[in-house]
């Protein structure tokens, strides 16, 4: 009981922590393992959010019993059970709520694909609402959901192999966009600060 009390504690803590408004969004992963280490990575960097766009029906819809199944919370080394997951039956419905909430997409590759290309460090993540898509470990991101984005990321690489595994490029993507909207934040509570007290 004082262990889980010790927790909710914790939870409670890290949430001013969380990067408001940012969510990363998996377009139809096939591996359980990427998507346990994804949800893992999103919550230790501070993500608001997974949404998970699944096409093959695989996954249970239900947020409570998907935090509960056993393959999930291993792969995830339990950040399941701390963060905040939906399923969606295809790419439509996903996009369809986004919009909904005004939020603006961008979506991820290792080829020039969008109508505008950037690389990752250049590029300026702090629109007030923002999703980034990570596609399907073999097929890579959907024509719709690259139609319906502003701007496709691309990670620089140096080597022969120009792809990496999903996770790993979650990890790198949501690294840096999380850690441009945090010195956002900051910046902009501080002269919020400097308003108020003038």
Known sequence: MCEKTNLRKKADEVKKYR??????????????????N???TVHSLGVEKT?????FRGMPRDWHILREKTSYLKKSASAVKWSFVKVFDDTESCIEHLQKKNFVSYVTSPHLKGRENIILHEGDYTDKKVAIWFGNESRGISELALENSVKCINIPMYGIVESLNLATTAGIVLYEVSKQRREFEKTYKRRNRKKRAI
């Open 19 to 36: 990067c408001k408004n940012l969510i990363a969004v998996l377009e139809n992963p096939k591996d359980i393992l990427n998507i346990g």
């Open 38 to 40: 994804i949800i893992r």
């Open 51 to 55: 949404y998970i766009v699944d096409n």
